[in-house]
């Protein structure tokens, strides 16, 4: 079956700019989270839904930072005035229930210039 | 929070040899430990994963020990193949509460390259 999709696959915002990143996550997944993948790093969290239930936004690293789902399936992150630090790929995971695997999607590499 | 450090960050080995890549973690409430293997340009996908209330677990060629005393536990691949090399990353879970969602800490990765 389909796996987690992730759009766009590559992104490039010049400083300042809002960006939307998108993810369809397995169909039936009650879970979702976000992560972000610096180079040359491990993923760290970001923020977990269940459902359209936000329970976890604790690794958000800033109020730029929002996510959202509202119809507790498809997500968007989205940054508002990116930073150079910004860049990285961000990748989208989903479960069936918390407790279950988390499959991976592709990712969104994030380049600001 | 959870800490998890991953040795080492590059290995080289011959087509066949096995090859190992241990982690450490520092919350002794850690109870699920994954580990992804990631190729240029993909996601992380799972490989194999073991729970805290078993020592070892196999699947094929790969291997996951634990040992919850020292909070260390270790991938181990045998008859390793070209295809097998990509970046392996280590993770720890807690889970706070039944039913709650498992956030994964990562290391940092190991770069495994098979040289034929």
């Known amino acids: 079956g389909a796996g987690v999709s992730q759009s766009p696959r590559y992104k490039v915002a010049k400083r300042g700019q809002d960006v939307a990143l998108r993810c369809d996550p397995i169909?039936?997944?009650?879970?979702l989270f976000w992560y972000q993948q610096a180079l040359g790093q491990g993923p760290e969290f970001l923020t977990y839904f269940q459902n359209e239930a936000q329970l976890d936004k604790s690794g958000l690293p800033s109020d730029r930072f929002f996510a959202e789902r509202p119809e507790g399936s498809v997500s968007t992150l989205k940054i508002q005035r990116t930073q150079q630090e910004d860049s990285a790929v961000y990748l989208c995971a989903s479960s069936r229930t918390g407790t279950d695997t988390q499959y991976f999607g592709p990712g969104t590499r994030l380049t600001v210039l | 929070g959870e800490n998890v450090e991953q040795h080492p960050s590059t290995l080289s080995v011959q087509e066949g040899d096995s090859a190992v890549i241990k982690c450490t973690y520092s919350d002794s409430a850690s109870n699920y430990f994954p580990w992804y293997k990631q190729e240029l340009g993909k996601g992380p996908q799972l490989i194999i994963d073991?729970?805290?209330?078993?020592g070892e677990k196999k699947d094929q060629r790969i291997a996951v020990t634990l040992n919850k005393t020292a909070k260390h536990f270790s991938l181990h691949i045998t008859e390793t193949q070209p295809e097998d090399s990509a970046v392996y990353f280590c993770a720890a879970s807690i889970r706070i509460r039944q039913g709650s969602a498992r956030q994964l800490t990562f290391g940092s990765g190991t770069q495994l390259t098979v040289l034929p």
């Open positions: 073991i729970r805290s209330n078993v």
């Open positions: 169909s039936g997944h009650v879970s």
